[in-house]
């Protein structure tokens, strides 16, 4: 079946200091991927929507300097929270969408991060 | 834009009783595709229904929700609630024809209460 890992689970950070997060994509291909993040009491925000040899489209009020993606293959993304602060707390998201044109998305357990 | 609208940002029932959780949209597309997730504690979304065909029910695992495009509805149901049902319910809408992200509703928190 299709799966989605996120490492790391659980993270933690001191104020100002960066973290990578990856998502991995297994049992098909991820040809979109969607980065979300739900901070505490909210929904779930996009960020960003990566697709495979195109642009990464960010969301208002995310930008490629704070949270650079990158999604090389088929199976794999990354997207790094710079300088995080207090308000980039939450769970950060990876839903992949396969390239049979599926309409669902996979969504992985996502990386809650702390801000210290 | 695109909306999702979930009335009920907490709804507590007794087990056993009707469960209806409300979820309404707006989108300029004519095909949308709507979907409910749901979020247990500590833990990711989960798919737990999705639709795209008018007026026809669709049904997991208990619960089932129908899609009325003529009030722009997917209201999610289950005739008798469980104690482990009890999690936050997402209501989300995507348009497949064109930038496919998911756009959540607020979400309704469900507690069953024995």
């Known amino acids: 079946g299709a799966l989605v890992y996120q490492y790391p689970r659980r993270t933690i950070c001191k104020s100002g200091t960066s973290m990578r997060m990856e998502c991995q994509a297994v049992?098909?291909?991820?040809?979109?991927v969607a980065w979300y993040r739900q901070s505490p009491q909210k929904t779930f925000e996009l960020i960003a929507l990566?697709?495979?040899?195109?642009?990464?489209?960010?969301e208002q009020n995310f930008t490629q300097e704070k949270f650079p993606i990158s999604h090389p293959n088929l199976s794999f993304s990354s997207m790094t929270v710079l300088n995080a602060y207090l308000e980039d707390r939450g769970l950060y998201l990876c839903?992949?969408?396969?390239?049979?044109?599926?309409?669902?998305?996979?969504f992985g357990p996502g990386t809650r991060l702390t801000v210290l | 834009g695109d909306s999702v609208t979930q009335t009920e940002g907490l709804v507590t029932l007794t087990e056993g009783l009707p469960v209806m959780l409300n979820c309404t949209y707006q989108?300029?597309?004519?095909?949308?595709?709507l979907f409910w997730y749901v979020q247990h504690l500590n833990e990711s979304p989960r798919l737990l229904l999705k639709?795209?065909?008018?007026?026809k029910r669709t049904e997991h695992q208990g619960f089932h929700a129908t899609l009325h495009k003529s009030s722009s509805s997917f209201h999610l149901q289950k005739s008798s609630a469980q104690l482990s049902d009890s999690a936050l319910y997402y209501c989300?809408?995507?348009?497949?024809?064109?930038?496919?992200?998911?756009?959540f509703g607020s979400g309704t928190q469900l507690t069953v209460m024995p």
């Open positions: 839903g992949a969408r396969d390239s049979t044109g599926s309409y669902e998305q996979y």
């Open positions: 049992g098909f291909q991820a040809t979109s």
């Open positions: 990566s697709t495979v040899n195109s642009a990464i489209k960010y």
């Open positions: 989108t300029i597309y004519s095909n949308p595709f």
């Open positions: 639709s795209f065909t008018d007026n």
């Open positions: 989300a809408l995507s348009d497949p024809s064109g930038s496919w992200q998911l756009i």
